[in-house]
């Protein structure tokens, strides 16, 4: 079954139904809400209880769901409401290296290829992993806005009219600010880059 049939099927459920078809989703999606929420707030605890608080909403809101969405936009924009007010409330602490807290895709190689360094496929797993740590730390400084659209788009791969539609802005807001998120990452990483040889 689809994601949009199973979700469905939640509207004229019972509870056990509903709790029986978004436990189907949560194995499909926990995680990749769970790296994508990290990616966002750099806090495994906090990535840990959002992830679940993103399901306990779908849950509860399992109902309101229409079917002109897609649910996986509908479920990334719970997740990303949640990770939002969660960086907002907090302060961010330092945690883990860009390598999620769970096996899925990091986005390390769309990240990469936005640098200039033509030779950092032949580098050592060690330096690889230094590379990707500075990578995440300059993705980190970003503000929030640009880090946002440059995850939703770059790493998590979504379009811009999926990505407009799980942030609330507009697609041409998404295009500009995606722009200027590249040339400010990049910006930032050219001095890790310069100082950075091969073998």
Not at 22 to 49: C, G, S
Not at 60 to 82: D, G
Request: with cysteine; hydrophobic share 35%.
């Amino acid at each position: 079954m689809t994601d949009e049939n199973i979700i469905l099927a939640c509207k004229y459920g019972d509870d056990q139904t509903v709790r029986r078809c978004v436990e189907i989703l949560a194995k499909r999606y926990q995680t990749a809400i769970l790296n994508y929420i990290y990616k966002l707030t750099r806090d495994r605890e906090a990535a840990e209880d959002l992830t679940q608080e993103t399901f306990v909403r779908v849950f509860n809101k399992s109902r309101q769901f229409k079917s002109v969405a897609k649910f996986s936009t509908w479920l990334y924009r719970i997740a990303t409401n949640l990770a939002l007010n969660e960086i907002r409330d907090r302060k961010m602490r330092p945690s883990l290296s860009l390598y999620s807290p769970a096996e899925h895709k990091t986005g390390e190689g769309e990240l990469v290829s936005l640098l200039p360094a033509p030779d950092i496929q032949s580098e050592t797993d060690s330096q690889r992993r230094e590379l990707a740590r500075l990578i995440e730390d300059t993705l980190q400084s970003l503000p929030e806005k640009y880090r946002l659209v440059l995850v939703l788009c770059d790493i998590e791969g979504f379009s811009y009219e999926e990505a407009a539609h799980i942030s609330g802005m507009r697609v041409g807001t998404i295009g500009s600010r995606l722009s200027r998120a590249r040339r400010y990452f990049v910006d930032k990483f050219r001095p890790h880059i310069s100082g950075h040889t091969p073998p």
